[in-house]
T-cell receptor, first 112, second 112 residues
Framework: KQEVTQIPAALSVPEGENLVLNCSFT??????LQWFRQDPGKGLTSLLL???SQREQTSGRLNASLDKSSGRSTLYIAASQPGDSATYLC???????????WGAGTKLIIKP | AAGVIQSPRHLIKEKRETATLKCYPI?????VYWYQQGPGQDPQFLIS???????DKGSIPDRFSAQQFSDYHSELNMSSLELGDSALYFC???????????FGSGTRLTVV
């Protein structure tokens, strides 16, 4: 059974720092992995999608990497801003079905 | 760009009442997913539809039913509502397995 873990559960850093959020999964037979952002009480915004054959994806100040063999993905946020404060969720999609299996999220606070 | 549209945004119902949530996927997306997210929890997969047929089923209670119509919009029908049904209900759509999910803003259901 696939399990997705995100570390740390919460992170508070000063504005301007570069930071890394971690996501690990127990079953490497994933189809793809997606990083989402969720603001309190609001919807889920897709940030980056990495197919199982890819190593990384970049969008603006965000870079996500995938090491399928070791069951790890990282989300790198450069030059953090207060507007980056949110909960960041990673989710994996398995080969066999459409469901997403979610990590518990990392709550990120960027202090001005 | 058009996004996933959910209606209503907020809904308040009494116990034992019925609620219907609607989801309009991104144009040309053929798959719709429903997720339930309780307070402080990660999203739980309920059910999905591909080309108007149910494609996968998760932790959807028997009191709930859903369908996808010919125009690809989907409706989640919830009967005999319970206090524990209070949650954010998200709809997501995708186009085939090669692409990621796009989520709607969600419907916040409060059962009183």
């Amino acid at each position: 059974k696939q399990e997705v873990t995100q570390i740390p559960a919460a992170l508070s850093v000063p504005e301007g720092e570069n930071l890394v959020l971690n996501c690990s999964f127990t079953d490497s037979a994933i189809y793809n992995l997606q990083w989402f952002r969720q603001d309190p009480g609001k919807g889920l915004t897709s940030l980056l999608l990495i197919q199982s054959s890819q190593r990384e994806q970049t969008s603006g100040r965000l870079n996500a990497s995938l090491d399928k063999s070791s069951g790890r993905s990282t989300l790198y946020i450069a030059a953090s801003q207060p507007g980056d404060s949110a909960t960041y969720l990673c989710a994996v999609r398995m080969d066999s079905n459409y469901q997403l299996i979610w990590g518990a999220g990392t709550k990120l606070i960027i202090k001005p | 760009a058009a996004g996933v549209i959910q209606s209503p945004r907020h809904l308040i119902k009494e116990k034992r009442e019925t609620a219907t949530l609607k989801c309009y996927p991104i144009p040309r997306h053929d798959t719709v997913y429903w997720y339930q997210q309780g307070p402080g929890q990660d999203p739980q997969f309920l059910i999905s539809f591909y080309e108007k047929m149910q494609s996968d089923k998760g932790s959807i209670p028997d009191r709930f039913s859903a369908q996808q119509f010919s125009d690809y919009h989907s409706e989640l029908n919830m009967s005999s509502l319970e206090l524990g049904d209070s949650a954010l209900y998200f709809c997501a759509s995708s186009s085939g397995q090669n692409y990621g999910y796009t989520f709607g803003s969600g419907t916040r259901l409060t059962v009183v």
